[in-house]
């Protein structure tokens, strides 16, 4: 059994210096609720994203700073979320910086599906990476990443076993957010850590974990191992990563990649004229 105890950090998005007195308290209360892996909302740090861009860009280096000394000093890995970062001359990303218990940054994943406005701001990420921590494998999709199934499905098939989705989402879209989160969560066989911001009545929350219960005849079916109502807070679970191994590979055996060859053709709208079925 490979037990990782993970936790979903909801935050109201203020600007840096405020906002790390709230996640060093709430990285604080998850590490007294056994989590090993925390993971941060996207853009938690900026409260308008456009006039105080530059500010939250600035602010990259010392926060990581700051999140390193938290991950260190409580023993876990801490996953930035989604913060604004320079990147080459001119260039800016979104990026999730991965810091372990040793306050060592292991790496970062970049956003690879930018949402409407950023694709004028920022560069895109061209790859999903698969981080490791006390054993345990996982990737991170960036918000608007998790709508696209290839995104979890890649990160699936290089390794992950958890995957966890930082993001800021409107209170109109929690609820399509959350299918999502299921849905991939099902459809790999793999616990989903979803996080959100939360900020009056624009930002929803309904940060969550999710894991799978066998339902008779081998049936998974995406249940809530826990969730954050109302404000800022954290949500906590322990996953046995074994327990979806067997189901996870059964699950994988069965694809037919041939089948799907049009993926792998850049962005073709029908996936050409041949792929069309005739009637």
């Known amino acids: 059994m490979r037990e990782v105890g993970v936790a979903a950090v909801q935050l109201r998005p203020r600007r840096p210096g405020e906002a790390l007195e709230d996640v060093a308290r709430l990285v604080s209360e998850a590490r007294r609720l056994d989590a090993d892996i925390i993971c941060l ?4 740090n900026v409260v308008n ?3 105080q861009f530059l500010e939250a860009v600035d602010a990259y280096g010392y926060v990581v700073g700051v999140l390193s000394r938290l991950a260190e000093e409580n023993g876990v890995c801490i996953l930035g979320g989604g913060l604004y970062k320079r990147r080459g001359e001119g260039g800016y990303v979104i990026a999730c910086p991965v810091v372990n218990a040793c306050g060592e ?16 701001r920022f560069r895109r990420g061209d790859e999903f990476r ?13 918000c608007h990443d998790i709508v696209y199934p290839e995104s979890a499905r890649e990160l699936v098939l290089r390794g992950a076993e958890v995957i966890f989705n930082p993001s800021r989402i409107v209170s109109s879209g929690v609820g399509a957010w959350h299918i999502y ?3 991939r969560s099902l459809e790999n066989r793999t616990p989903v850590v979803a ?4 900020l009056n009545r624009r930002y929803g929350g309904g940060s969550l974990v999710l894991g799978l ?3 008779g005849r081998g049936i998974l079916y995406p249940v809530t ?3 954050v109502s109302g404000d800022e807070g954290v949500a906590a679970a322990k996953v046995d990563v074994d327990e979806y191994l067997e189901a996870r590979a059964e699950r994988l055996s069965n694809r037919h990649p041939r089948a799907y060859r049009s993926l792998l053709e850049g962005n073709p709208i029908f996936g050409g004229d041949d792929m069309r079925g005739k009637v």
């Open 41 to 44: 909302p996207e853009a938690w």
């Open 213 to 215: 219960l066998r339902r």
């Open 195 to 198: 996080v959100n911001v939360v």
């Open 225 to 227: 191992l826990a969730e």
């Open 49 to 51: 994203p456009y006039s």
């Open 105 to 120: 940054l292991a790496g970062e994943q970049l956003k690879v599906h930018l949402f409407k406005d950023e694709k004028n």
């Open 130 to 142: 698969v981080f490791e921590f006390h054993n345990v494998r996982f990737g991170v999709l960036i």
């Open 181 to 183: 989160a299921r849905a």
